[in-house]
């Protein structure tokens, strides 16, 4: 049996999940980061369930856990410092918070250690054939597999015979990654709302706490950085001591987005992680679903040697779980941002009803069980 092959274009969290996992496997594979090393751009990040039972498989997750945090509850508050929504975050909604750049880290160990090859300054421009990638530098690289978990703006997604697009939507978002938890003194996440804006304040570790603020495009002010202390002070009064600290705070700005891919699979190509999927990070899913993807792809190419067929049941059996959450994440999205603020009345009982009617609940947070319903066994591979 000759020794499989794999292309990868995309050195973030999919591209290097994946390669660690088809390593592992015995592929030969070989990783395009386009920058100049393995980094990832923004400031903390969610790890929820479904990404736990994949980093726990690779052996990464118990080098990760010192470096972050598990949450016990979430809340939703009002300006006013009002609960309206408790959680309790255990069992199949378990969570932890890391900086993102840890987790990126975790995951390029762990693909050299199973022997991947990882090159940066490597730009993937294109598929050619379905069967290689094509590199900047003019140079075509064949491979049994080839991988896209490029992004958003996909080069190899758009290379391709298929109907694909990257949208943005009319919402903004600030993250802070800031020294201290004089903020988090509890092990819980806070979104607090004050009409159509948001503020999540969550530890991300021992000593670190990140900050995601989130409001309407439309929101002239909301839109400055640096930030506009004194109004989101006024919007936030019960956080106006946090608003001083963001107010000399670095910070990554960007519009929320979706990616809309008719195909993940296509003979030998498949179309992993925001590539794929790219969603709003309203339910803190965007590495959950990346992560399960990746371990359900590598799961079915095990079973086979025939590659696109296994190709082509990964996509078959684990995309409605993408699908469904990218569509309620557009839908909270949705909810947060034009909700009128003269019904602001029943916004309480709104914010109710997402955390208690069960149907609801579940249905908006369908990745945290994982490939479970897609009858993918982890504890058996």
């Known amino acids: 049996m000759s020794l499989r092959t ?3 274009a995309g050195g973030g969290i999919g591209g290097l999940a994946t390669a660690a996992l088809l390593a592992r496997d015995g592929w030969r594979v070989r990783v395009h980061e386009r920058g100049e090393q393995i980094r990832e751009i923004g400031a903390g990040i969610y790890i929820k369930n479904n990404s736990i039972e994949v980093l726990e498989r690779l052996g990464v997750f118990e080098r990760l856990k010192p470096h972050g945090l598990q949450l016990h509850k979430a809340e939703i508050r009002f300006a006013d410092g009002s609960l309206r929504q408790q959680r ?5 909604s378990r969570v932890h918070v890391f900086a993102r750049q840890t987790l990126i880290e975790g995951l390029r160990d762990a693909a050299l ?31 049994d597999l080839i991988v896209a978990a490029d992004g958003v703006g996909s080069a190899v997604r758009n290379s391709l015979p298929m109907r694909s697009s990257f949208r943005i939507l009319p919402t903004i978002i600030d993250r802070f990654l800031i020294e201290g938890r004089e903020f988090t003194p509890e092990d819980k996440t806070v979104e607090h709302w004050s009409g159509n804006r948001r503020i999540g304040v969550t530890p991300a570790g021992p000593n670190q706490t990140y900050v995601y603020m989130v409001a309407p495009e439309r929101d002239a002010i909301a839109r400055q950085l640096p930030l506009d202390v004194r109004d ?8 106006a001591g946090l608003m001083a600290a963001l107010g000399r705070a670095p910070s990554t700005q960007f519009n929320y987005g979706v990616v809309d891919c008719e195909k993940w699979a296509m003979g030998r190509v498949a ?17 959950g679903l ?19 067929a296994a190709v082509a049941q990964w996509e078959q059996r684990v995309r409605f779980i993408s699908d469904r959450t990218q569509a309620w994440a557009c839908r909270y999205d949705w909810f947060t ?3 009128p603020t003269r019904l602001d009345a ?7 009803a997402f955390g208690r009617i069960r149907y609801l609940n579940e249905s908006m947070r369908i990745a945290d069980q994982g490939l479970r319903l897609a009858g993918i066994d982890m504890q058996r591979g």
């Open 88 to 92: 309790t975050l255990a069992g199949l």
């Open 6 to 8: 794999a292309e990868i």
């Open 290 to 308: 990346t992560l399960i993807n990746a371990y359900a792809l590598a799961h079915f190419l095990r079973q086979t040697q025939d590659v696109p």
């Open 346 to 352: 029943m916004r309480p009982l709104i914010t109710w």
């Open 113 to 143: 250690a199973a022997g991947a090859e990882i090159i940066t300054n490597s730009t993937v421009t294109e598929a050619v054939n379905g069967r290689a990638i094509r590199t900047a530098d003019g140079r075509t690289h064949e491979a």
């Open 271 to 287: 179309i992993l992680g925001d590539a794929a999927h790219g969603l709003p990070p309203t339910l803190g899913q965007g590495a």
């Open 337 to 339: 941002r034009q909700w």
């Open 232 to 239: 989101w002070s006024e919007r936030f009064p019960k956080l």
